[in-house]
């Protein structure tokens, strides 16, 4: 099976997208370890294990979307780093909602 490299870039997207639904400090660990992975991946040479990469990254990614529904249902306050008004935020709730929707 062979993975082009627009569905790993794609992945890679969502996945930092995704994470910014979390709070601060989920955010920055999954963004961090994200951005890591994806670096191995990029000098991996054994076809297996890039294959293996990807598959642990889709994984990843839906146990993030999980994560970030059932972080949504409960109240949180903003940390003094996030700020008072995070507009990205609720962009990216609103691009999940219509994605999932469709």
Avoid: C, W
């Avoid at 099976?1 to 627009?6: A, E, G, P």
């Avoid at 963004?31 to 670096?39: A, C, G, H, S, V």
């Avoid at 780093?81 to 909602?97: L, N, P, R």
């Amino acid at each position: 099976m062979s993975v082009s490299k627009q569905h790993v870039v794609r992945l890679y997207r969502n996945i930092l997208k995704t994470s910014k639904l979390f709070p601060y400090t989920y955010r920055e660990y999954t963004i961090r370890r994200t951005r890591d992975k994806f670096k191995e991946l990029k000098v991996e040479s054994d076809p297996a294990k890039f294959e293996q990469g990807i598959k642990d990254s889709e994984k990843l990614l839906e146990i993030i979307q999980r994560q970030s529904i059932i972080n949504g249902m409960y109240n949180k306050r903003n940390l003094v780093v996030e700020g008072i008004d995070d507009t990205a935020e609720g962009e990216v709730k609103k691009s999940f909602e219509n994605a999932s929707q469709s």
